[in-house]
């Protein structure tokens, strides 16, 4: 019997076992607490009502769906919001049938996650999933579209200004869309699930195995890594730059490097999966360096990463591209005699390539001297959809 995983609370359950929520405005509302312990309220959070759907007709038949519509048992009106029975957050509505792509954002704090997340969903929506794909890229429901523009549209493209760090105790909830690709008898349906989540959390393996269960399941691992953040290239950085491009104290750093967030994240998933130490791990991960505006003038001239990305302009995935890239940055982190990133992530995965992006385009400037506050100009991405594609490449997902 097939079973599915809620995005939100990653509980497991039978594929029939799936609660409604009542549609219609004026009927009771109820003290909803499966929704009130996931969001942390401090009261009882007030919704409409929720109901299970009967199994009508042979169960062991009904039992291998998941409902699509129930009548409400108060007002009799039809809902098809699915919920998760321990959670009640409403499921992608094709739970049942897509495949679920969950790409993991993975990295310290300041290594500029929430950016790059921010920036990525709109290049995909606007641009590379039209363009590479001949699809469209949408949000599940309401509430993903509202969490997108307020936290990360609006802040960074509308007021201008850089996102503040992720508060490690507030609910992330994951970023969810849906895209159907190709033509004809040929198309695909995917869900992709994104969670944003705070560097805090990736400091112990404690927290980690609560909070970060999700990268277990991943189809892809975006390792980000601030290039300020590795010692041996900043110790080749301008004092300015690095002031601009990180706002994390380095004593913060040394205790959190790349290197051992990489081992502690391997760490988590062989043991959730049971691969033994000596054998390594097979989800693709991509290892990103983010910021490359900061790091511009510390590459040789004529190099690719630096070069705009060459699949949005030919409409197809290429993959040479991605392999010269891959080569690129492995020796640029030769050159400055970066040994522990390359290390740990030999130690422990086999499906590896490094990659170069900048969400921003650009390091965030104070508006008043030193103390003013910081402000960008409209984000100018620079190949962030290149670990992406990779992943759905390593995935089997694009030719
Ligand atoms: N120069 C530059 N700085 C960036 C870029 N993206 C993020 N930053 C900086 O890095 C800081 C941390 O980014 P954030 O996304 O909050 O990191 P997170 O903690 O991993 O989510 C931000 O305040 C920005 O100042 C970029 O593309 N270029
Ligand atoms: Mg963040
Ligand atoms: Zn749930
Ligand atoms: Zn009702």
Redesign the pocket.
């Known amino acids: 019997m097939s079973t599915y995983t809620c995005p939100y609370c990653f509980s497991q359950h039978e594929i029939y076992d799936v609660e409604f929520r009542c549609v219609n405005g004026s009927c009771v509302k109820e003290d909803d607490m499966p929704l009130t312990t996931y969001e942390g309220a401090p009261a009882p959070l007030k919704r409409n009502k929720v109901f299970k759907p009967q199994m009508k007709g042979f169960k062991f038949i009904a039992k291998q769906f998941m409902p699509v519509m129930e009548r409400c048992p108060d007002c009799k009106t039809v809902s098809s919001f699915r919920l998760c029975p321990s959670c009640h957050n409403v499921l992608p509505p094709h739970i049942d049938d897509h495949e679920d792509l969950i790409i993991s954002i993975v ?10 997340i ?1 920036v990525l969903i709109d290049e995909l929506q606007k641009h590379v999933i039209p363009d590479v794909f001949g699809g469209n890229f949408m949000e599940t429901d309401k509430s993903v579209r509202d969490q997108y523009m307020q936290k990360y549209y609006y802040p960074l493209y509308q007021l201008c200004q ?5 508060n490690p105790n507030e609910k992330q909830k994951p970023l969810i869309y849906e895209t159907v690709i190709g033509k004809g008898k040929k198309t695909m349906n995917l869900t992709f699930i994104f969670y ?1 989540t ?2 805090e959390n990736y400091e112990d393996l404690m927290t980690m195995t609560t909070v970060n269960k999700y990268i277990c399941q991943s189809t892809g691992i975006i390792f ?1 890594v ?1 290039p300020s953040q590795v010692e041996e290239i900043r110790d080749n950085m301008a004092e300015e730059t690095l002031e ?5 104290p380095w004593e913060e750093i040394a205790r959190s490097t790349p290197d051992a967030i990489i081992d502690r994240v391997a760490r988590l998933i062989r043991q959730y999966r049971n691969v033994k130490q000596g054998r390594k791990i097979d989800i693709p991960v991509a290892v990103t360096f ?5 790091i511009a003038e510390l590459l040789p001239p004529g190099n690719t990463v630096s070069e705009p990305s060459g699949s949005i302009k030919s409409g197809m995935y290429d993959k040479s591209e991605a392999r010269i890239i891959d080569e690129e940055m492995r020796s640029f982190l030769n050159t400055w005699g970066e040994r522990r990133i390359t290390t740990a992530m030999n130690n422990n995965f086999s499906n590896i390539a490094y990659f170069g ?8 400037h104070r508006s008043e001297g030193r103390t003013g506050a ?1 402000k960008i100009q409209k ?1 100018r991405p620079h190949r962030v959809e290149d670990p992406f594609l990779w992943i759905l490449y390593k995935s089997g997902l694009v030719k």
Do not use: C, F
Not at 162 to 166: R, S
Not at 290 to 294: H, R, T, Y
Not at 357 to 364: C, F, N, R
């Open positions: 990295g310290s704090r300041g290594s500029g996650k929430s950016h790059y921010g850089p996102l503040n760090l992720t944003d705070a560097g980000l601030d601009e491009a990180s706002n994390i983010s910021k490359l505006d900061a992006v900048s969400a921003l385009g650009q390091s965030p910081r984000p």
